[in-house]
């Protein structure tokens, strides 16, 4: 049986995620053996852009022209197009200003014209919204134990959905003494799982970085924060890790509305 031909690719990103691949040092031969590595110049510079790919992990935002047509090229050619990251899955924090704000945002960095036109930015955004995604693996950068996983279902034919339940439950799997009843704002109940709630099972509150589940009551627990104490300010500041401004916005008018 041929092995599956997979390519790791990066777009707009730290590169995190793909040295972290690099990084499974015991188990990078293992992969080198599953699958026929056809592209991940991270690694080596002899890629072979040619063949069609059964997998292509990708990282990283669209956040040029040139990350679009790039993206486009590799869901071109591959059955299976995996986002790799933060970045890749939800935008990253490059897009945590976009809308409106963000050309300006992007000259009061880069400056001029000709840096526009020299990189052709576009406002970051995830890469299902430009192509579709069969699979994600959140993480800033991924951690290696879920990435080996992931890469296994996939050398199975199986592709995996990302669960769709909250931080809390792998939390209380854990049976970690909730951190929301020691008054610390915990951002766990609208969390996607995934991690195994690490940060909780360290007693530390989560932040939210796996992005929001499909059905997340914000209202419920900045609600619940503010009759606790917490002022509105701090749990817009902590929400708006979700939706940024728009959500700050949106859940500010919430709140002071309680207020009244
Ligand atoms: S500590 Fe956080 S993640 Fe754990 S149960 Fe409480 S709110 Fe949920
Ligand atoms: S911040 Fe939350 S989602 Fe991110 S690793 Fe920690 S517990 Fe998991």
């Given at each position: 049986m041929s092995k599956p031909r997979i390519g790791i690719y990066g777009l707009t990103g730290c590169a995190g995620d793909q040295l972290n691949i690099l990084n499974c040092e015991d188990e990078l031969l293992k992969l080198f053996d599953i699958f026929e590595i056809k592209s991940f110049v991270m690694a080596s510079s002899a890629a072979d852009e040619e063949s069609p790919l059964d997998v292509?992990?990708?990282?990283?935002?669209?956040?040029?022209?040139?990350?679009?047509?790039?993206?486009?090229?590799?869901?071109?050619?591959?059955?299976?197009?995996?986002?790799?990251?933060?970045?890749?899955v939800f935008g990253g924090v490059q897009s945590m200003f976009t809308g409106k704000k963000w050309e300006e945002t992007y000259r009061a960095v880069y400056g001029k014209k000709d840096a526009v036109s020299l990189t052709r930015p576009l406002p970051p955004k995830p890469l299902s919204a430009y192509v579709k995604v069969d699979a994600v693996l959140p993480g800033c950068p991924i951690e290696k134990e879920p990435f080996l996983k992931l890469a296994g279902?996939?050398?199975?034919?199986?592709?995996?959905?990302?669960?769709?339940?909250?931080?809390?439950?792998?939390?209380?799997?854990?049976?970690?003494?909730?951190?929301?009843?020691?008054?610390?704002?915990?951002?766990?109940?609208?969390?996607?799982?995934?991690?195994?709630?690490?940060?909780?099972?360290?007693?530390?509150?989560?932040?939210?970085?796996?992005?929001?589940?499909?059905?997340?009551?914000?209202?419920?627990?900045?609600?619940?924060?503010?009759?606790?104490?917490?002022?509105?300010?701090?749990v817009v500041k902590r929400f708006a890790i979700f939706g940024g401004e728009e959500r700050a916005e949106k859940l500010k008018k919430f709140l002071e509305g309680k207020e009244g």
């Open positions: 292509a992990f990708v990282e990283g935002s669209v956040s040029t022209e040139k990350d679009l047509e790039h993206l486009k090229e590799i869901r071109k050619k591959s059955r299976l197009l995996v986002a790799i990251g933060h970045c890749a279902l996939l050398a199975k034919g199986v592709v995996p959905r990302h669960p769709d339940f909250p931080v809390c439950a792998e939390c209380k799997w854990k049976e970690n003494e909730c951190l929301l009843l020691k008054g610390e704002i915990c951002l766990g109940p609208l969390t996607n799982s995934g991690c195994g709630a690490i940060c909780p099972s360290l007693n530390i509150p989560c932040i939210g970085c796996w992005g929001p589940i499909e059905k997340e009551n914000w209202e419920a627990e900045a609600f619940l924060l503010k009759e606790n104490g917490f002022s509105v300010e701090e």
